[in-house]
């Protein structure tokens, strides 16, 4: 662990910039509203930029980037609500890059996300096993729940169980995965059930065994980087809000009660901060990865949804409007609060690994 | 934690701490928080104070002329601390940190060559004469007041809370010395002999039952001219620069992830539900991140790029788990809870009982967690006062 250095600066700087730009509150909710749900125009300039190549070794054109490096591009689509699977793909492109990059699917697949043409989502699967899917026989069956934006991929990676353990398939979307939307609280993300009723894997599927796992570690921690970005965006809205907002003649942000209520978002968005960076580092070290990552998920899960809930009510009236985004961020940081384990799961995680015993 | 790698001399310097712990070991009792010494220890404690500052273990972030390093690498202080914790060693007591920061700033030549020494020696033990009974977060109302006689300040009045009092040799006194000034401008800080005539040391019990802090009474105490730091009014300054130090000291607390394991095997041999192991897993999740803060803290710290909430963040962090994990053990280990050392059935010798009462003073010390608060939202976030 070190202070952040000036290259991640200017990584985050340079996200930020053109965020801030092409991924307006009215853009992000014209989208949502879209038919595609999918921000071409963005993916498109993301992908000039070479954000999906920062996931992709450079032997096969990519950058190159460490999973803290990923961690701040999914911070930064969280600041700004973006729902884009571009979180999605740089995990694909991780897992694939790191695990299969000698294999021709993998290699045509690392090449497509350094170019920008492959756009990937993830069949994570909840870990209390409400969902599954099954590969038999070079065949998948089963359905998994809560797949991002699966209507505009055209890869997906999905957790399957085997005889042999749990394997991950990257698969292309017209192999025959049959999607069906789900309806969530974030309107600004589409979630599907994806069905798989005896799809037959060919030369363009890649099957990594025991990657299974690190999908779902992967997952947790950038989806942990994306609510460290809507905390650290709720709070500064929050901050700017007090000094601006004025009753009884006063900026609210002199009254004490409101004070303390946005010192402790402050400390709870930091440890978001720290939690998050570490987990993304001990993937990147591949040690005590599982402690990390549920360490982050227990804290970052509850703490956006925290600083969301506490943000909304420092705003007041104002920020339960429909037109004002607070909500769009609450509605983000529960989703991703409760999604890919519950705190609580991660909680009996974590206690079985120091030293109790779980179940 | 575990990913915190450093370079090949950080760890050499890690080893170089390690053996000096098993050559100059103290056999002493390391002390949580605010406990001091007994009297009778005092003597081994200086020495082992003294051999760590004589080894180069401390003070090496001090003037290169005062025995610091020139190149001196603040990641070497956490060092320090890690290898004392792990190794259950005590670490110097006093405010010794306070004082060499005010002497350095402003402190006269002859100040620093008596004092800055016998500070390395472990020859003088501070203590710090800033609380008093109506000036606690409000420190600048204090009142106790000191009175130019010729070449001599004389002061009059009584400090509260003073950590360490009853075995200190020298304290760092703030006093008014300009009662018609504003109230943070009439404050000057002088430094007082604990043994000078009309200096009264009176133990405080605490909650606890412990009396680890004391009151000091000043009657007419003559200090010489030459006793003052700085010149008159400018206390304040001093007062905030030292007490900016001592918070950063503070990023290092111990970790408060080993009381949870306890409570995880507790929880094992009493065959706990779910509901209590994810408690204490969510209370490790909170215990890590504490020290990861903490941590990140002192590698900012070192690389200049602390912010000035980075320490009340990570106080306010540190002590309110700390508060937390001691009650929700009392209440997991259910009617057990409410027994104390020496009861022959006491749980894990009493500690969490223990930890129970003590974790409230430092929700309260070193400046209250509701000043803390205040400072991250006026000096860290820019709120309006």
Known sequence: ?359 | MTRVEFGPELEAFRAQVRAHIAEHHPGLPRLPGTRSPDAEHLPRYRRWCASLFGAGLLGGDWPVEWGGDADHDPIRDYIVDQELADAKVPRPIGAWNLVCGALFAYGTPEQQAYYLPRIRSFDDLWCQLFSEPDAGSDLAALRTSAVRNGDDWVINGQKVWTTHAHVADLGLLLARTDPQAPKHEGISAFIVDMRAPGVTVRPLREMTGASDFNEVFFDDVRLPGDSIIGAPGDGWPITRAALSHERSQSLREDSATNAVRRLAAFAVDTDADAGVHRNLGRFYARSAVADLLGMEGVLKDAAGRSRSYDAPVVKVLFTETNLDIATYALDLFGARGVLTDPDPDVIADGHFQKAFLYARGFTISAGSNEVMRNLIAERGLGLPK
């Open chain 1, 1 to 359: 662990m070190l202070p952040p250095g000036d290259d991640e600066a200017a990584l985050r700087d340079a996200c930020r910039e053109v965020l801030t730009k092409h991924s307006t509150s009215a853009r992000i909710r014209l989208i949502a509203e879209s038919e595609t749900g999918h921000d071409a125009d963005l993916w498109q300039l993301a992908a000039q930029l070479g954000w999906p190549a920062l996931a992709v070794p450079e032997s096969f054109g990519g950058l190159g980037g460490s999973v803290t490096d990923l961690c701040i591009v999914a911070e930064e689509l969280g600041r700004v609500v973006q729902p884009s699977l571009l979180v999605q793909t740089l995990a694909v492109g991780e897992l694939v890059g790191r695990r299969a990059a000698d294999d021709p699917a993998g290699a045509a697949l690392l090449e497509g996300i350094a170019a920008g043409t492959v756009i990937a989502t993830w069949a994570v699967g909840e870990p209390d096993g409400t969902d599954g899917v099954e590969l038999v026989g070079g065949t998948l069956r089963g359905y998994r729940n809560f797949v991002p934006d699966a209507q505009c991929a055209t890869h997906l990676a999905v957790r399957a169980h085997t005889a042999g353990g749990a394997v991950l398939v990257v698969l292309p979307m017209d192999t025959g995965a049959r999607a069906t939307p789900m309806r969530t609280l974030d309107i600004t993300r589409r979630y599907s059930r994806v069905e798989f009723d005896d799809v037959a894997l060919d030369a363009d599927c890649l099957r990594l065994d025991g990657a299974a796992a690190n999908l779902f570690e992967l997952g947790v921690v950038l989806q942990c980087a994306e609510s460290t970005g809507v905390a650290g965006r709720l709070l500064d809205l929050t901050v700017a809000y007090a000094k601006q907002r004025t009753q009884f003649g006063r900026p609210i942000g002199s009254f004490q009660a409101i004070k303390h209520r946005i010192a402790d978002l402050l400390i709870e968005a930091e440890g978001c901060r720290v939690a998050t960076r570490d987990a993304a580092e001990a993937i990147d070290a591949g040690s005590g990865v599982a402690e990390a990552v549920s360490v982050a998920k227990s804290w970052v899960g509850r703490a956006a949804s925290f600083v969301a809930s506490h943000a909304l009510q420092i705003h007041g009236g104002i920020g339960f409007s429909w037109e004002h985004d607070l909500h769009l961020f609450l509605r983000r940081a529960k989703v991703n609060e409760l999604l890919l384990g519950p705190p609580s799961w991660h909680d009996e995680r974590l206690y079985g690994l120091i030293g109790g015993t779980s179940g």
